[in-house]
């Protein structure tokens, strides 16, 4: 089974931009999650879809937002970037066990860099 | 709030020696303490995972110790490689949650 991907790998952006960051689940899984890491914040949950519907958000400003399609993929938006939004954004899928432990299946990230 | 606290924040190690990661958390709602391992230019990955209702649980070299009492759970990594230069990452998580809570992260360098 492929494993998540992520595109693109590397993105530059300058301040005052958007982007759109691009996530491909692990075939049948149908959560999707999105995390920020930075060397000073660490891993920060930012949210979660599931069948195309935010199920859980972390505590990030409304410039930070997502959508799932029907296939379970999923986009993240960045709207008026700032220096501070420089981080791996990373993409989790799961299956879902009711009941269970869900794994989290990372994606190798998307690098953005703010100008 | 910081809802998990990792220590060291670096390690280095020598080659078969004993690597061990310390995490502490307050809020006993989380009921899943995974541990991941991240390489550089990788996602995190899991390595192992623990419920409070077991003490320790051992897969291969790495074993996880869990304390319910004092809110605390620790990775050992016995006979280190240097294949197991890494971060890494303890969470929380509760069950059928899809959200990681993690701590900041522990470099790990084993060095020959």
């Known amino acids: 089974k492929a494993g998540v991907t992520q595109t693109p790998r590397y993105l530059i952006k300058t301040r005052g931009q958007q982007v759109t960051l691009s996530c491909s689940p692990i075939?049948?899984?149908?959560?999707v999650s999105w995390y920020q890491q930075t060397p000073g914040q660490g891993l920060q949950f930012l949210f979660e879809y599931f069948s195309e519907t935010q199920r859980n958000k972390g505590n990030f400003p409304g410039r930070f937002s997502g959508r799932q399609f029907s296939n379970s993929r999923s986009e993240m938006n960045v709207s008026t970037l700032e220096l501070g939004d420089s981080a791996l954004y990373l993409c989790a899928s799961s299956s879902l066990l009711s009941g269970a432990y869900n794994e989290q299946f990372f994606g190798p990230g998307t690098r953005l860099t703010v100008l | 709030q910081q809802q998990v606290k990792q220590s060291p924040q670096s390690l280095i190690v020598q080659k078969g020696g004993i690597s061990i990661i310390n995490c502490a958390y307050e809020?006993?709602?989380?009921?899943?303490f995974p541990w991941y391992q991240q390489f550089p230019g990788k996602g995190p990955a899991l390595l192992i995972a623990i419920r409070p209702d077991v003490s320790e649980k051992k897969e291969g070299r790495f074993t996880i110790s869990f304390n319910k009492s004092a809110k605390q759970f620790s990775l050992h990594i016995m006979d280190s490689q240097p294949g197991d230069s890494a971060t890494y990452f303890c969470a929380l998580t509760g069950a059928g949650s899809y959200q990681l809570t993690f701590g900041k992260g522990t470099k790990l360098s084993v060095i020959p």
């Open positions: 809020n006993t709602a989380f009921d899943y």
């Open positions: 075939s049948g899984h149908r959560s």
